[in-house]
């Protein structure tokens, strides 16, 4: 199972920027995806923005989230042979459940991050 982030500043901003740290901490990695749907408005993108983007894929026009059902929110899932596997969405009320889910389903560079 490939695990892909999905940035979406479009809802919670606290969310979104934590999980932009997420995304940030694991640019770099070959076995994650990044994928984001941000403009910068909300949440500082600009770690992802210059001559090595192409490890990011945007979703400028939404169809990425239309196609998974997300809503306004980052999320992590899982596909394999391309089909997804589990998806998990990042809310303000289950923040801290949520991400420590994530971390357990990344690989171990996660276990570096500062936790709020």
């Known amino acids: 199972m490939r695990p892909i982030l999905y940035l979406d500043e479009r809802g919670c901003i606290a969310c979104s920027r934590r999980f932009a740290h997420l ?3 694991y640019y770099d990695a070959t076995e994650v995806q990044l994928v984001l749907r941000a403009t910068g408005a909300q949440v500082d ?3 992802f923005i210059g ?3 192409k490890r990011v894929k945007w979703d400028d026009d ?3 989230a239309q196609c998974l ?3 306004g929110s980052s ?3 899982f596909a394999s042979d391309g089909s997804v596997d589990t998806i998990v969405t990042v809310g303000a009320k289950t923040l801290d459940q949520d991400f420590d889910y994530i971390l357990s389903r990344l690989p171990s560079q996660a276990e570096s991050l500062p936790r709020p």
């Open 23 to 25: 995304c940030e901490t």
């Open 45 to 47: 993108i600009s770690a």
């Open 62 to 64: 939404g169809s990425v």
């Open 69 to 71: 059902g997300l809503q």
């Open 51 to 53: 001559p090595d983007d």
């Open 75 to 77: 999320a992590i899932f």
